[in-house]
């Protein structure tokens, strides 16, 4: 017994000295730059989205730095007024092992009407105004040499050439949407219309491998929004907003670090968590995501039974364990699968179908 705890007290000693050498890694994506304006919201007075992105980002990197120092690092996918590919954007991220991936835009409507915010994660176009969003960001590519060879023959303005998900953004959806809740909830704290979590074909978040987020922060079409947006008032309310969700996120990615760590000096588990599931919720496990199409008979799967294959529209096959409304059922489930050896296998939780974050159905 004693040997035993010595033990976890070193294990315990190396995982948090292991943290320390590795600090979180963030990237703050500051939308278009150079010959790219991005949305025009006046010519005459020069407010393009590039420069509002550009200081946003700027402000939400200080912020992180101030309160966070050497535990956290910032980096900016660009620090001046240049032109950066999409694809060049998240390379940065995936190159230095992002944790997180914040990508900030302005919003522009052929209508002037139209104001608030919205944080999208990488998904299928679900409605037209969706697409369109999509389409006005992803046509930046029409501005980069070789985008045909690049992207694959990729046409931003045309909805068949839909983006689902790819392999790694789907393991990382669940945190992306949780991000994105968050980011929307503090907006409403600040007065902004929060216009939602949505999703859509974003080339640079398929691209990217870890949680991603593209944040529109407003509408440079609106009159009262884009002077609230290119007020330094504005950038700075806008920039603290995304600070705070970046705060609780970071909060609770170290505390899941640390749930690792205490679990392997404990057996008991914590089961007297009482929850009440809301209409519609599913809940599934994931125990992975393939190309391959995999007969779901319980010997293919470590004698788990009761398989699910759903293929999404990349062709990628996803394969479940357990189907539950209850979370703490689908708790016990995920707990059997890591028992039977899949380790990373994790909770999904489903809407009338649709991928939504679990901590909102808790
Ligand atoms: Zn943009």
Same mark, same amino acid.
């Given at each position: 017994?004693?040997?035993?705890?010595?033990?976890?007290?070193?294990?315990? @000693?190396?995982?948090?000295?292991?943290?320390?050498?590795?600090?979180?890694?963030?990237?703050?994506?500051?939308?278009?730059?150079?010959?790219?304006?991005?949305?025009?919201?006046?010519?005459? =007075?020069?407010? =393009?989205?590039?420069?509002?992105?550009? *200081?946003?980002?700027?402000?939400?990197?200080?912020?992180?730095? *101030?309160?966070?120092?050497?535990?956290?690092?910032?980096?900016?996918?660009?620090?001046?007024?240049?032109?950066?590919?999409?694809?060049?954007?998240?390379?940065?991220? !995936?190159?230095?092992?992002?944790?997180?991936?914040?990508?900030?835009?302005?919003?522009?409507?052929?209508?002037?009407?139209?104001?608030?915010?919205?944080? =999208?994660?990488?998904?299928?176009?679900?409605?037209?105004?969706?697409?369109?969003?999509?389409?006005?960001?992803?046509?930046?590519?029409?501005?980069?040499?070789?985008?045909?060879?690049?992207?694959?023959?990729?046409?931003? !303005?045309?909805?068949?050439?839909?983006?689902?998900?790819?392999?790694?953004?789907?393991?990382?959806?669940?945190?992306?949407?949780?991000?994105?809740? *968050?980011?929307?909830?503090?907006?409403?704290?600040?007065?902004?219309? !929060?216009?939602?979590?949505?999703?859509?074909?974003?080339?640079?978040?398929?691209?990217?491998?870890?949680?991603?987020?593209?944040?529109?922060?407003?509408?440079?079409?609106?009159?009262?929004?884009?002077?609230?947006?290119?007020?330094?008032?504005?950038?700075?309310?806008?920039?603290?907003?995304?600070?705070?969700?970046?705060?609780?996120?970071?909060?609770?990615?170290?505390?899941?670090?640390?749930?690792?760590?205490?679990?392997?000096?404990?057996?008991?588990?914590?089961?007297?968590?009482?929850?009440?599931?809301?209409?519609?919720?599913? /809940?599934?496990?994931?125990?992975?995501?393939?190309?391959?199409?995999?007969?779901?008979?319980?010997?293919?799967?470590?004698?788990?039974?009761?398989?699910?294959?759903?293929?999404?529209?990349?062709?990628?096959?996803?394969?479940? /364990?357990?189907?539950?409304?209850? /979370?703490?059922?689908?708790?016990?489930?995920?707990?059997?699968?890591?028992?039977?050896? =899949?380790? *990373?296998?994790?909770?999904?939780? @489903?809407?009338?179908?649709?991928?939504?974050?679990?901590?909102?159905?808790?």
């Amino acid at each position: 017994m004693r040997k035993l705890s010595f033990l976890t007290f070193f294990i315990i @000693l190396f995982s948090l000295s292991f943290a320390q050498i590795k600090p979180f890694v963030v990237v703050i994506d500051a939308g278009h730059g150079g010959h790219d304006k991005g949305a025009i919201g006046s010519t005459k =007075y020069a407010i =393009y989205e590039k420069n509002i992105t550009l *200081d946003v980002s700027k402000r939400l990197g200080k912020l992180i730095k *101030d309160r966070y120092g050497s535990n956290v690092k910032v980096i900016y996918t660009r620090t001046s007024d240049k032109f950066i590919t999409l694809k060049g954007r998240a390379n940065i991220a !995936n190159r230095n092992h992002a944790d997180l991936f914040i990508s900030i835009h302005c919003n522009s409507n052929a209508k002037t009407s139209p104001y608030g915010s919205e944080t =999208y994660v990488l998904g299928l176009h679900r409605s037209a105004d969706n697409f369109e969003v999509a389409k006005r960001e992803n046509s930046v590519i029409l501005l980069e040499e070789d985008y045909k060879v690049t992207y694959e023959g990729f046409d931003p !303005n045309s909805p068949e050439s839909v983006i689902g998900l790819t392999l790694m953004q789907d393991a990382h959806l669940d945190q992306s949407i949780e991000f994105a809740d *968050d980011v929307q909830k503090h907006f409403t704290n600040i007065g902004r219309k !929060n216009r939602g979590v949505k999703q859509a074909g974003f080339l640079v978040l398929r691209e990217t491998a870890m949680p991603s987020v593209l944040i529109e922060i407003g509408f440079v079409s609106n009159a009262a929004e884009r002077q609230f947006i290119n007020s330094s008032k504005g950038k700075s309310k806008i920039a603290k907003s995304i600070f705070q969700s970046f705060d609780s996120y970071k909060k609770e990615f170290d505390k899941k670090n640390g749930v690792v760590i205490a679990s392997s000096s404990t057996n008991t588990a914590n089961n007297n968590t009482q929850v009440t599931s809301k209409e519609g919720i599913v /809940y599934k496990v994931q125990l992975m995501s393939s190309k391959k199409w995999i007969n779901k008979k319980s010997s293919n799967f470590k004698g788990l039974q009761d398989i699910e294959r759903v293929q999404n529209d990349n062709g990628i096959y996803i394969y479940t /364990y357990g189907k539950t409304s209850s /979370y703490s059922a689908i708790k016990k489930k995920q707990k059997e699968a890591r028992g039977k050896g =899949y380790k *990373d296998c994790f909770i999904i939780a @489903l809407k009338n179908g649709e991928r939504v974050s679990v901590k909102s159905t808790l």
